[in-house]
């Protein structure tokens, strides 16, 4: 659980943050409830007995990651034995992203894209939220984990809570630690995180193997 209540954070961190107004104290505080409720309502529906797939599918908060992870061939992969640990956006995180990256995302030409948006979501093994705060104490205030993406992600606790850093200005904040999955352990996410989108490798061609014999030279018409 995290230490300290929930406070309203910005979903995406791709748009400029706003300062909020004392006049928009109220709306603030409403969105945070909002937010820690959607994070309970997620968690609430998850069985520990299941795994990471089986868990997301079954939260009312996660079906638009669902439907990417479907997208992007990850289900099997997210399914097995692990264990992962999953940062998992809902889906007021990703109703936050510019409708145009969505839409480039789950194009299905860009499928390559999409499952590195979505492994820069996941670290190997089963990373507590205590584990968490004890490499930012450790780091001196910062921790850096790489993801099955294979770049990292910066972790700092900001009043009590984790905060989540990716690339290109990306953040979010955990908004409910320590989901037990029978795989691994999901912590809910309140953004989505965005690497440097590296073009998909180009597909070469197999090359023959050394020992294979050079095909025999067709015999001449008789």
Do not use: C
Request: charged share 15%; glycine share 8%; hydrophobic share 45%.
């Amino acid at each position: 659980m995290l230490r300290a209540k929930f406070f309203a954070v910005p979903l995406f961190a791709l748009t400029a943050a706003a300062m909020v107004a004392p006049a928009h104290a109220r709306a603030s505080d409403e969105a945070a409830e909002a937010t820690t409720a959607e994070a309970e309502a997620a968690a609430g529906a998850m069985v520990d007995s299941w795994n990471i797939v089986q868990n997301a599918t079954k939260s009312p908060e996660h079906t638009t990651l669902v439907k990417a992870l479907t997208a992007a061939g990850l289900t099997d992969t997210l399914s097995g034995t692990g264990p992962f640990t999953v940062f998992a956006p809902t889906d007021q995180a990703f109703a936050a992203v510019p409708q145009s990256m969505t839409a480039y995302l789950m194009d299905p030409g860009n499928t390559a894209a999409l499952a590195q948006v979505l492994t820069y979501h996941v670290v190997p093994g089963a990373i507590s939220s205590t584990d968490l705060y004890a490499k930012i104490k450790a780091g001196g205030g910062k921790a850096t984990l790489t993801t099955v993406e294979g770049q990292p992600l910066t972790f700092t606790e900001v009043s009590g809570n984790i905060k989540v850093d990716g690339t290109q200005g990306s953040s979010g904040y955990v908004t409910q630690a320590d989901v037990a999955q029978s795989n691994g352990m999901i912590h809910i996410l309140n953004g989505v995180l965005i690497p440097e989108i590296k073009p998909a490798a180009a597909v070469e061609p197999a090359a023959a193997p050394a020992d294979t014999a050079p095909a025999a030279e067709a015999a001449p018409a008789s």
